[in-house]
């Protein structure tokens, strides 16, 4: 399994049947493929749908577009509107869960994950709406960028959400964001506490009963 599987396998554990979820561009369209047989969510894409399916292989209908411009599919119940309407689902509070990845994130629940300084990459897309409208924020992202770890004490981008982050899902941890720290409560099978604390620089607190995965 490779590390990005391992991170949206997670991921998708933490949505709930019947939830409305946005899934980020990227490495978070994959958690659509990974989710229970038992739970069904409606999926939404910021550019005007839902019903979003996962392909897991499958080929895409080369007339739907998602958010981040990948050729999608929609299941029988799939619907499509304009973005002020889509908008309308963000800000109106709809949106159950939404799974963004990131470039930094902090202790205090900051998320970066739009610009890097002097490159040129996308724009943020619906990400600063999504991190104020969503009732809850998964991160999913790789625990280290080149070694360099990407949960920080404080980030150092450009922010996209201030407090905004709830959960990080690493290919090596799982943890909650309390106040001005992250509490660790799942570690990888393949790897321990002591790695997980060596390659975070944020402030962490250990759950009494961490849990593998």
Known sequence: MDVKEKIVKRVAQELQDGQLVNLGIGMPTLVANYLPEDVSVVLQSENGMVGLIGLDGKEPDLNI?????QYVDVDEYGAFFDSSYSFALIRGGHVDATV???LEVDQEGNIANYMIPGKLVPGMGGAMDLVTGAK???VSTTHTSKGAPKI????????????SADMIVTELAVFEVKDNYLLLTEVAEESSVEEVLELTEADVKLAEDIKRF
């Open 152 to 163: 920080l004490k404080k980030c150092t981008l450009p922010i996209t959400g201030c407090k």
């Open 65 to 69: 577009t998602n958010a981040g411009g």
């Open 136 to 138: 809850r924020v998964i």
């Open 100 to 102: 963004l990845g990131t």
